[in-house]
C-alpha cells in the first residue's frame, strides 16, 4: 500500500503561481509513475501530468503544456507540480495518484484546493 498527501493548495490571482507537493509514504519502492488530476465542480476529474519515478519521463496534458511542471525528489518521496501563469479555469481540487504496477492508479491523496481568482 502507497499512502498519499497533497499539500500546497491554496488561492492565487491570475497569472501567479503555486507549487503543489504530493508525499508519498509505505511501499514507495514500487511506485512506477504518479500522476497529477484535477476536477472542478460539477466537472468530471481530468488528467493535468505524470512522472515516472524510474527515468522522469514527464506528460502533461495539453491544457497546462509550457505552465505547468512535474518533477520528483526520490530521497524524499515526493512529487511536485509546479503551476505557474494560472489562469481561473484552473481553479479545481487537485489530487496526486500512485500507479503501482503499470497500469491504473491504484492510490489517491485526499487533495488540495486551487482557485485562482480573475
Known amino acids: 500500500q502507497v499512502q498519499l498527501v497533497e499539500s500546497g493548495g491554496g488561492l492565487v490571482q491570475t497569472g501567479g503561481s503555486l507549487r503543489l507537493s504530493c508525499a508519498a509514504s509505505?511501499?514507495?519502492?514500487?511506485?512506477?509513475?504518479t500522476g497529477w488530476f484535477r476536477q472542478a465542480p460539477g466537472k468530471e476529474r481530468q488528467f493535468v501530468a505524470r512522472?515516472?519515478?524510474?527515468?522522469?519521463?514527464?506528460y502533461y496534458a495539453d491544457s497546462v503544456k509550457g505552465r505547468f511542471t512535474i518533477s520528483r525528489d526520490n530521497a524524499k518521496n515526493t512529487v511536485y507540480l509546479q503551476m505557474n501563469s494560472l489562469k481561473p479555469e484552473d481553479t479545481a481540487v487537485y489530487s496526486c495518484?500512485?500507479?503501482?504496477?503499470?497500469?491504473?492508479?491504484?492510490?489517491w491523496g485526499q487533495g488540495t484546493q486551487v482557485t485562482v481568482s480573475s
Open positions: 495518484a500512485a500507479d503501482l504496477n503499470g497500469g491504473q492508479y491504484d492510490s
Open positions: 509505505g511501499r514507495t519502492f514500487s511506485i512506477y509513475r
Open positions: 512522472i515516472t519515478w524510474n527515468g522522469g519521463s514527464t
